[in-house]
């Protein structure tokens, strides 16, 4: 059983940068591709981005593509999200999840998740 916990989440004027951490424990971090999701209000939950186990390869959803980035950093058992020129339509609550593939850009492929860190993007 994997346990992640994100933080990092706030509330940033249009235009601004956000890191969002999420902490991975109870089981081997290498052992999992990493990713993130948002959900908006109203909206399903939609892949943003995702890293391989070795960090080697990385995807993102076209509208995120340029302005965030993902890392992963084994020492620490965690993964980031690094989000630059936020924009309202990014305003979403952000989890990080755990699948047990190479690497995934679909959450159904995700076994596990976290509770989630809500981005709020004011105009």
């Known amino acids: 059983q994997v346990e992640l916990v994100e933080s990092g989440g706030g509330l940033v004027q249009a235009g601004g940068s956000l890191r969002l951490s999420c902490a991975a424990s109870?089981?081997?971090?290498?052992?999992?591709?990493l990713g993130w999701f948002r959900q908006a209000p109203g909206k399903e939950r939609e892949f943003v981005a995702a890293?391989?186990?070795?960090?080697?390869?990385?995807s993102y959803r076209d509208s995120v593509k340029g302005r965030f980035t993902i890392s992963r950093d084994g020492a620490k058992n965690s993964v980031y999200l690094q989000i630059m020129s936020l924009k309202p339509e990014d305003t979403a609550v952000y989890y990080c999840?755990?699948?047990?593939?190479?690497?995934?850009?679909?959450?159904?492929?995700?076994?596990?998740w976290g509770q989630g860190t809500q981005v709020t993007v004011s105009s």
């Open positions: 890293i391989s186990r070795s960090g080697g390869s990385t």
């Open positions: 999840a755990a699948t047990e593939r190479m690497i995934a850009t679909t959450a159904r492929y995700y076994v596990f």
């Open positions: 109870g089981g081997l971090f290498s052992d999992y591709g």
